[in-house]
């Protein structure tokens, strides 16, 4: 079974930064795509940023230009760097992974999410 534990999250003030992690464990065979999905109160749980096994990367309107996701595929984890935050950036984060197993199967996972709190 796979887990993925979010860290990094809290409260910034606007203009802030903030660097989510998401690291990987249990046994598999590889990660593919890395996605970071995040869900306001009230609201749906929208994709914010996804990158894929080879690195291309695709982001939501609203985070272009603020937001970088990257990986690192030794250490399994995923990253989410938040930069000039903005109070509508406050939401639970998720991470989410799609998994390949040993066996060829595939299956897609999240974690427990973090939250980021931006004040104003």
């Known amino acids: 079974q796979v887990q993925l534990v979010e860290s990094g999250g809290g409260l910034v003030q606007a203009g802030g930064s903030l660097r989510l992690s998401c690291a990987a464990s249990?046994?598999?065979?590889?990660?593919?795509?890395i996605a970071w999905y995040r869900q306001a109160p009230g609201k749906q749980r929208d994709l914010v940023a996804r990158?894929?096994?080879?690195?291309?990367?695709n982001y939501a309107d609203s985070v272009k230009g603020r937001f970088t996701i990257s990986r690192d595929n030794v250490k399994k984890a995923g990253y989410l760097q938040m930069n000039s935050l903005e109070p509508e950036d406050t939401a639970v984060y998720y991470c989410?992974?799609?998994?390949?197993?040993?066996?060829?199967?595939?299956?897609?996972?999240w974690g427990q999410g973090t939250q980021v709190t931006v004040s104003s």
């Open positions: 989410n992974a799609d998994v390949r197993y040993y066996n060829g199967r595939y299956a897609s996972h």
């Open positions: 249990g046994s598999f065979f590889t990660i593919n795509a």
């Open positions: 990158i894929t096994s080879g690195g291309s990367t």
